[in-house]
């Protein structure tokens, strides 16, 4: 699997259900970045959680990271429609500068 | 608005042909990124540029030629275009270089080559 590999690959929920995607790295990392694209758009940073760092919340967002399994999750609360979209961990891994991406989760949540 | 933009957004051309897309941010960012996206939604990186110094080279072929003018520019030269060059060309920039600053996108440049 390749740096930052997502689980599931798509998930599809209903309106107002909670989503969780899960992330996994190979490599020792400083910080785990999580990011959103709607389609045909860029990429859009949601939030960076440090290797000292358990969990962060950042509105309906929660992230987790378990260093000690190389495994971050990202849980989206009280999901909307407008949330449908491709999230993708990245971690710079050992490469100073050089952030890389897993292959994303394509999430769809239905009105 | 302060934002990272590329142009064109959409690239048709022939197999052959030499293009370019173009990416300015102006955000104040030294750092700023070329990545390839494929139609599996795969994300790599090509190049990276600290303050108009190449840092990063992910070996690209030798067709794609990064240029930049100055640190708020990073443009993109392909030459003697190939089918497998069809994807989605995303330029980013980020306030430091190193892992620790976020990117900023812009919102792509999707490539077909025919």
């Known amino acids: 699997s390749q740096q930052g590999e997502e689980d599931p690959q798509a998930l599809s929920i209903q309106e107002g259900e909670n989503a969780t995607m899960n992330c996994s790295y190979k490599t020792s990392i400083n910080n785990l970045q999580w990011y959103r694209q709607n389609s045909g758009r860029g990429l859009v940073h949601l939030i960076l959680?440090?290797?000292?760092?358990r969990e962060k919340h950042s509105g309906r967002l929660r992230v987790t990271l378990d260093t000690s399994k190389k495994s971050s999750s990202l849980l989206i609360t009280a999901s909307r429609a407008a949330d449908t979209a491709s999230y993708f961990c990245?971690?710079?891994?050992?490469?100073?500068?050089?952030?890389?991406f897993g292959q994303g989760t394509i999430l769809t949540v239905h009105p | 608005d302060t934002a990272v933009s590329q142009t064109p957004k959409y690239l048709v051309t022939q197999m052959g042909n030499d293009k370019s897309i173009k990416c300015e941010q102006n955000?104040?960012?030294?750092?700023m990124y070329w990545y390839k996206q494929d139609s599996k939604k795969f994300l790599k990186i090509m190049f990276s540029y600290n303050n108009k110094e190449l840092i990063i080279n992910e070996t690209v072929p030798n067709r794609f030629s990064p240029k930049s003018p100055d640190k708020a520019h990073l443009n993109l030269h392909i030459n003697s275009l190939e089918l497998g060059d069809s994807a989605v060309y995303f330029c980013?920039?980020?306030?430091?270089?190193?892992?620790?600053?976020?990117?900023?996108f812009g919102n792509g440049t999707r490539l077909t080559v025919t």
């Open positions: 990245a971690d710079p891994g050992t490469s100073y500068g050089k952030l890389t």
């Open positions: 955000l104040g960012h030294d750092t």
């Open positions: 980013a920039s980020s306030n430091q270089q190193g892992a620790n600053s976020p990117l900023h």
């Open positions: 959680i440090r290797s000292n760092e």
